[in-house]
Nanobody, 123 residues
Framework: QVQLVESGGGLVQAGGSLRLSCAAS????????TAWFRQAPGKDREFVST????????DYADSVKGRFTISRVYAKNTVYLQMSSLKPEDTAVYYC????????????????WGQGTQVTVSS
């Protein structure tokens, strides 16, 4: 089993920055890739960014490319999502996910999920 705990969400003005954290524990050696998704009220869960657990093969949704950066601190088994130039349309619950066998932008590829952290961007 892998446990994921997100933190770092909050309220920020448009143009501001936030850094989300995802602390992984348990059988972290089994993780193949990790990702961030988000879900706004009344909308489907949306892919944001992904990265192999090794730190390679990063990818981003077009809507966040150039503004968000995914990274990992190996010693802490923690994945980060640095978000800059935030827009009101970035408002959503952000979820960290991990996969032990796949990756990419398709939510069913991920078999472990965190509880989510709310990000609200005011205009």
């Amino acid at each position: 089993q892998v446990q994921l705990v997100e933190s770092g969400g909050g309220l920020v003005q448009a143009g501001g920055s936030l850094r989300l954290s995802c602390a992984a524990s348990g059988r972290t050696f089994s993780i193949y890739s990790t990702a961030w998704f988000r879900q706004a009220p009344g909308k489907d869960r949306e892919f944001v960014s992904t990265m192999r657990w090794s730190g390679s093969n990063t990818d981003y949704a077009d809507s966040v490319k150039g503004r968000f950066t995914i990274s990992r601190v190996y010693a802490k088994n923690t994945v980060y999502l640095q978000m800059s130039s935030l827009k009101p349309e970035d408002t959503a619950v952000y979820y960290c996910a991990a996969s032990t066998y796949s990756g990419g932008s398709f939510p069913p590829n991920y078999n472990y999920w965190g509880q989510g952290t709310q990000v609200t961007v005011s205009s």
